[in-house]
């Protein structure tokens, strides 16, 4: 059993920056293969960014490409996205996700991959 908690969340102006973390469970942190999601109201659930276990492969949909960052911490068992000019549209509940059957420079990009999933952090642009 894998536990994600997000933080990091809250409310900002456009054009301002957010840094997400997701703190995982357990000692085998290096061997998930992590991502990034959200979900506006009305919306389908929808992957942000993603990172393979080694931190070598990357993806960004297309929405947040040269804005997102994401990244990770192997040693502190901990996720980023770091979240730059952002927009009214970014507007969300951003969940992490771990897939603990990735290969080890993944990057996994179906939702339906992950194992397991975060509680939630809600992010909210103002115009």
């Known amino acids: 059993q894998v536990q994600l908690v997000e933080s990091g969340g809250g409310l900002v102006q456009a054009g301002g920056s957010l840094r997400l973390s997701c703190a995982a469970s357990?000692?085998?942190?290096?061997?998930?293969?992590m991502g990034w999601f959200r979900q506006a109201p009305g919306k389908e659930r929808e992957l942000v960014a993603a990172?393979?276990?080694?931190?070598?492969?990357?993806y960004y949909a297309d929405s947040v490409k040269g804005r997102f960052t994401i990244s990770r911490d192997n040693a502190k068992n901990t996720v980023y996205l770091q979240m730059n000019s952002l927009k009214p549209e970014d507007t969300a509940v951003y969940f992490c996700?771990?897939?603990?059957?990735?290969?080890?420079?993944?990057?996994?990009?179906?939702?339906?991959?992950?194992?397991?999933w975060g509680q939630g952090t809600q992010v909210t642009v103002s115009s």
């Open positions: 996700a771990a897939d603990v059957a990735a290969l080890l420079i993944q990057a996994v990009v179906r939702l339906r991959e992950y194992d397991y």
């Open positions: 990172i393979s276990r080694n931190g070598g492969s990357t």
């Open positions: 357990g000692r085998t942190f290096s061997r998930y293969a």
